[in-house]
């Protein structure tokens, strides 16, 4: 009788405290995977100044780069390059400028924190389990772009622009207390809200406030 009771407890306790999960993809890679990257891509090239060159005819140099999402990075440099009042050029010999792009790092990392009883499989032949009971989940993800970018004049081989070894990240912040939440905060999640106008949390709260609990967010 006590197990019984036991065991009904756990299921309404279970149930009370409510569950939240990220959302599945339905394609290879997530949507907030893929944004990790390209946000992170942006940032870092943002930091590059293409502004000597403008005026040139420039050759975009494709072949030191190898990595994630490697159109994104190919297409995004584009974009600066022509913003920099630059004009593109399919070959080199036809160029002032040649320039060149490396990556040291284009890729995603992700954190778990789970504090609770996980799902318990009873004894068979029960098909049932205990739910899982969550105190606390937290789920941290970050994009991270490391990028070089080299330019010099094509005659000469003089350096133009050296734009170093340029590092970002974006961050998605995704967690859930008590069921409370989930409370989403980031980058990642601040952008999409700006670009939709769609909460990205069934909570709202302040973005100095997405960061609590402190003492459990923080690993």
């Given at each position: ?5 036991l ?16 959302k ?51 297409v ?48 068979m ?78 909570v ?16």
């Open positions: 009788m006590n197990s019984r009771f065991l009904l407890a756990c299921c309404i306790l279970g149930a009370a405290c409510g569950c939240a999960t990220m599945e993809s339905d394609t290879s890679r997530t949507g907030v995977e893929q944004l990790l990257i390209s946000t992170a891509v942006d940032r870092t090239l943002d930091k590059v100044d293409l502004t000597p060159l403008r005026g040139a005819q420039v050759y975009v140099e494709e072949k030191y780069l190898d990595c994630t999402d490697k159109n994104y990075v190919i995004s440099l584009h974009q600066r390059v022509m913003r920099a009042g630059c004009t593109l050029v399919d070959k080199p010999d036809t160029a002032d400028v040649i320039l060149e792009v490396a990556s040291g790092a284009v890729g995603t990392d992700r954190d778990e924190l789970f504090v609770g009883i996980p799902s318990i499989p009873l004894a032949p029960s098909p049932i389990s205990v739910p899982k009971m969550s105190v606390y989940d937290r789920v941290k993800a970050m994009g991270t772009a490391k990028l070089r970018v080299l330019a010099y004049d094509a005659k000469t081989r003089q350096p133009l622009v050296d734009g170093g070894a340029q590092l970002s990240r974006a961050d998605y912040r995704h967690w859930d207390l008590l069921g409370a939440g989930p409370i989403v905060s980031g980058k990642v999640s601040q952008d999409l809200t700006a670009a939709t106008g769609e909460s990205q949390s069934i709202d709260v302040p973005a100095s406030l997405a960061k609590v609990p402190k003492a459990l967010g923080r690993r």
